[in-house]
Structures are given as structure tokens and as C-alpha cells.
């Protein structure tokens, strides 16, 4: 039976409204409450900042703190707020809740005016006129007295989403990007000026872009992106998934004829990973792509179609060549704290964006002042999916409908054990749209655009695969077949296959049932692409 017809709800994918989404009744809400409320009891440190990738749930986890803040307690029948004592139960606050993406502009004058229509109807909340004759960020400073003034409590609670977003625009263009900067910097202070009328300020974004710059007027911030206590906040766990999304589960299971344990291994693998705290093992699952899968009953990607950050496909498209292997990008703390808005550092933009998570840490020894290492690996295979889709239609101009059909192509080709057609035919023509001002200057570089073609391919080539006497370039492993390649860079595809033989990089598949076949490709400098490869049974 469908999803539809069970009645069966799903969280949401389009409705962050925390209000609505309780009162309508048709998405299903996975109880955060617990942990909000540990995040907002009253206490000293009550003033935060939140970052986490696109299309995480983050707008609405500010519409259910305006909810508790509020004291609308009816909303929370059956959650665990319901049973704690609560102070919005006894004494709401005054919320103040909005988004800086309503202060974007295309020019620094057009942002000027957004940020001043934005600050005048806030201070038309509170019954206060806005000044024409003095700028936003004055008239956001009266804003703020002058609602603690109208408070019950001379308290006030602040939530700002997507608190970047108006510097996004201007990435590429550093000279206005200042200027918008320095405004900001004078706008966010006076949210610190008036900080002992704040009873709580939550401020989310996408990434810390500007952190020296916009945030040194907000250094009374408690940054909690990355604390371990709440690294589940935004996004489900594993365990989630076999309490509060169970029955999400295993009708998605019974839609696809599988069982709930199959479902859930396949969830995991498409939608998990995300690990937020270096100093938590705790991984979620992409709140958005999971709610669609649910949805429709379809595990493929959706967080591409709506959270891609175009900035950095086109920051790796200006940098003319491939990034280093994706699977194993080092970083230090501090490069995935702050984004230079004028370097534009790959890492850091692709941890901020949700490309990359944290895969492993290298603890620093504190005795020699040595830091922390951590490496960088995409989380899951929605994200690996819409990296090879980034490369496919922007960087390399590739058409994504023509593509696919030589993916399903290439996919029945390897499991039928004919890799001929596929290395002498489509791998030649991949190589053939490389940008002409990309140069491939080595072997390690030419080696990348074959992992990741092959990838794209649906082969997904293991790396550098040991064996007694050295590393295979790849080896692709499949049911009813292997194969081994060698890779060389201005030599010849007969003198890679003279390796493979030599090193015995095959070796290790003599005698067994499956028919092993040696590949030998070599990039040609001059042709800009790669010769005739030399296949060869073992």
C-alpha cells in the first residue's frame, strides 16, 4: 500500500514552521526538545551561533525555540519539553525571529535598502519609528531597547537565520564584499551592545565565511557548531531511525521489497555520516534528503537539487584542475572554523558546505603546542553523487540526460566483464572534455580524472591496492569479474601492463573462480588525452 494511503507521516521537506507543522498534522516532527532545552535553560552563557550545511533543519529548530520562548505549550503535547519545567510555561518571552536572506541585494545599494526595509518593520513591531537620517544599524540598536523596554521581563529573545546569506553574493566580487562586510559588523554589534537585555540569541548559517571580520563584533557568541553534546541536533541518528522514523522505515522497505534491516543499511548509506564534533563519534543522516526518500519511496539524491553551493563547483572550476583526493582532504581546526572570504580555502569550503565531514581525527600532542589533524571524507553516497553531478554539468560542461545513458552503458559493459568498450571508447571521450585550460601535469593529476570518470562510471575503482611487491594504480572488483589497471603519465600503455605483470598486482586472484583482466593506460601530454589502452587477460 502507498505511503499516502497508510497515512503514514513523513518529516517534513518544505514546511519549517514549527507551528504549522504540529497544528496541520501531515509531517512528522522527530522530537529535538530535550536537547533545546538544555541549549536554552536559563544560564550565564545563553547567546549562540550554529553552523551546519544547507537543507538541515536549522529553520525550523528556530521556529520551535520561538514556540517554547513563546510559552505555547499546547504545541508540545507528547514531547519531552512537555514534562520538564520549562520557564516559557510560566513566563514567556518576547521573540524576535528573522532571516537575513529578506536583507540580500544584487548591488551594495540594493542591500543597503533591504537591510534598511528589514530593521524597519522590526522596529514597527515595538511601535517605534525608523530614522531615514541615520543607518540600519543605529535604528536596529533602538530596535532593541526599545522592545527590551516593552518586555515584561526587559528581556528579550533574538533568532537570526541565515545570518551569511548576504555576503554570498558578493564572493566574487571582494570590493563590494567589504563593504557589505563592514556593515554587518556594525549591524551584529549592536546585537553584543545590548547583550544584558537578551535573554537568548540563536544565530545559524551556512558557513563562517567572515568570522574575522563580521563575528569580531559578536566575540560574546558561544560557537557550538562543533560541541559534542550537540552534534544531533540538527539532522536523525541510526537510532532515530529504529525509534521515532521506524515505520518511515520499513514501509520504505516494503516499497522496495526489502526487509527493515536491508532499509535501514541502505538509508545509512545514501543519507548518513554527517559527523559534526570532532569529540563525538555520533553521525546523522541529512534531515531534508531523508524526509524525500520517505516521501517517495525513491533512495537517490535530493539535497543536490536544493543545497548545492554553486560557490564552490565554480571556486573549483577557477582553480583549472581536480582537487586532491576527496576521500582523504586533511584539515586543521582552525581551517574548518573560519573561511577566509578572500582565499576561499577548498576544505574549509567543502566541510562548511556539507561535501565533506569529519572521517577521522589525529589527536595534537598539547605538551609540543601541536593541534589537532583531522581528515575530510564526503559523508555518505547522496554526497559522492552530487559531486561527480557538480563536475559533470558545471565544470565540465557535460550534458546530465546524454551522461546517464552512457553511465547505464558502461554499468551493463562491467558487469558483463567487457571493459573494452568502456576504456577504449568512453574513457577516451571523457578525457576529450577536459577544459582546454586545464593543465595535467603529472601522472598523479591525470591518474585523478580516472578515478574519478570511473567513478562516474559506477565502477568506483579501489585505489592504490596493495599487493607483495607494491601498489595497483586501481582495481575494480565486481561479482563475475577483476581487473587490475595500471596507469602511466607520457610513457605507454604497454609499459604499464609490463608492471602489472613484474609487481604481480594480479597475483593475489590466481586460481580463483573469477577471470582477472589486466588494463595498461597511459595520458598523453601532447594528445591531451589517453592512448590505446592494452587489455589483457592474466
Not at 120 to 139: H, P, T
Not at 158 to 182: G, M
Not at 368 to 379: G, I, N, Q, R, S
Request: charged share 25%; glycine share 6%; hydrophobic share 40%.
Amino acid at each position: 500500500m502507498k505511503n499516502e494511503e497508510r497515512r503514514i507521516k513523513v518529516p517534513t521537506t518544505g514546511v519549517f514552521d514549527f507551528p504549522s507543522l504540529i497544528l496541520e498534522g501531515e509531517g512528522k516532527y522527530v522530537d529535538k526538545t530535550e536537547l533545546l532545552y538544555r541549549l536554552a535553560a536559563p544560564k550565564t552563557d545563553s547567546q549562540y551561533f550554529i553552523s551546519r550545511p544547507r537543507r538541515f533543519g536549522k529553520s525550523l529548530m528556530l521556529s520551535t525555540l520561538k514556540a517554547m520562548f513563546e510559552g505555547r505549550r499546547e504545541l508540545f503535547k507528547g514531547l519531552a519539553i512537555d514534562k520538564l519545567p520549562w520557564e516559557g510555561w510560566k513566563q514567556p518571552t518576547p521573540v524576535y525571529s528573522f532571516t537575513m536572506s529578506k536583507a540580500v541585494g544584487g548591488t551594495y545599494e540594493k542591500f543597503q535598502s533591504a537591510l534598511s526595509q528589514l530593521v524597519s518593520d522590526l522596529c514597527a513591531q515595538v511601535g517605534i519609528a525608523y530614522n531615514e537620517s541615520v543607518d540600519a544599524s543605529i535604528n536596529f540598536d533602538d530596535f532593541l531597547v526599545a522592545a527590551a523596554k516593552k518586555s515584561p521581563t526587559q528581556k528579550i529573545v533574538v533568532l537570526i537565520d541565515e545570518y551569511d546569506e548576504p555576503i554570498a553574493k558578493f564572493l566574487e566580487d571582494l570590493p563590494t564584499l567589504k563593504k557589505v562586510r563592514s556593515t554587518l559588523h556594525d549591524f551584529y554589534e549592536k546585537l553584543k551592545v545590548n547583550s544584558g537585555s537578551i535573554r537568548f540569541l540563536m544565530m545559524t548559517g551556512v558557513t563562517k565565511l567572515t568570522k574575522l571580520s563580521v563575528f569580531s563584533g559578536l566575540n560574546h557568541l558561544t560557537d557550538i557548531s562543533m560541541f559534542p553534546q550537540y552534534a544531533t541536533l540538527l539532522g536523525y541518528t541510526p537510532d532515530e531511525l529504529d525509534g521515532a522514523l521506524r515505520e518511515n522505515v520499513e514501509d520504505l522497505g516494503a516499497r522496495n521489497g526489502i526487509d527493515f534491516a536491508a532499509a535501514k543499511k541502505a538509508i545509512l548509506s545514501w543519507y548518513d555520516g554527517y559527523r559534526f564534533s570532532p569529540d563525538s563519534e555520533a553521525r546523522v543522516c541529512n534531515p531534508v534528503s531523508l524526509g524525500s526518500a520517505f516521501k517517495t519511496g525513491k533512495l537517490m539524491g535530493y539535497w543536490e537539487m536544493t543545497g548545492r553551493a554553486s560557490l564552490i563547483i565554480n571556486r573549483i572550476e577557477k582553480a583549472g584542475k581536480m582537487p586532491a583526493d576527496l576521500e582523504n582532504v586533511p584539515a586543521d581546526a582552525f581551517a574548518l572554523d573560519v573561511c577566509d572570504a578572500e582565499t576561499l580555502p577548498m576544505e574549509s569550503l567543502l566541510y562548511q558546505g556539507g561535501y565533506l565531514t569529519i572521517k577521522d581525527v589525529k589527536r595534537g600532542d598539547p605538551t609540543t603546542d601541536e593541534t589537532d589533524k583531522y581528515v575530510l571524507a564526503p559523508p555518505n553516497l547522496e554526497v559522492r553523487e552530487a559531486l561527480k553531478r557538480g563536475y559533470l554539468s558545471q565544470v565540465m560542461g557535460l550534458k546530465e540526460g546524454a551522461f546517464d545513458t552512457v553511465v547505464d552503458r558502461a554499468k551493463q559493459l562491467i558487469a558483463a566483464g567487457d571493459i573494452a568498450e568502456v576504456v577504449e571508447t568512453m574513457l577516451f571521450s571523457l578525457y576529450a572534455q577536459i577544459p582546454p585550460d586545464w593543465r595535467i601535469k603529472d601522472e598523479a593529476e591525470a591518474k585523478r580524472y580516472f578515478q574519478l570518470f570511473f567513478a562516474m562510471l559506477g565502477a568506483n575503482p579501489a585505489p592504490e591496492f596493495p599487493s607483495a611487491r607494491g601498489y595497483a594504480d586501481a582495481v575494480v572488483e565486481r561479482p563475475s569479474a577483476v581487473y587490475v589497471f595500471e596507469f602511466k603519465y607520457d610513457e605507454s600503455s604497454e609499459a604499464a601492463i609490463k608492471q602489472i605483470r613484474e609487481r604481480g598486482y594480479a597475483d593475489k586472484w590466481i586460481g580463483g573462480e573469477r577471470p582477472v583482466t589486466l588494463v595498461g593506460i597511459n595520458f598523453n601530454p601532447q594528445k591531451r588525452n589517453i592512448d590505446m589502452p592494452v587489455i589483457e587477460p592474466l
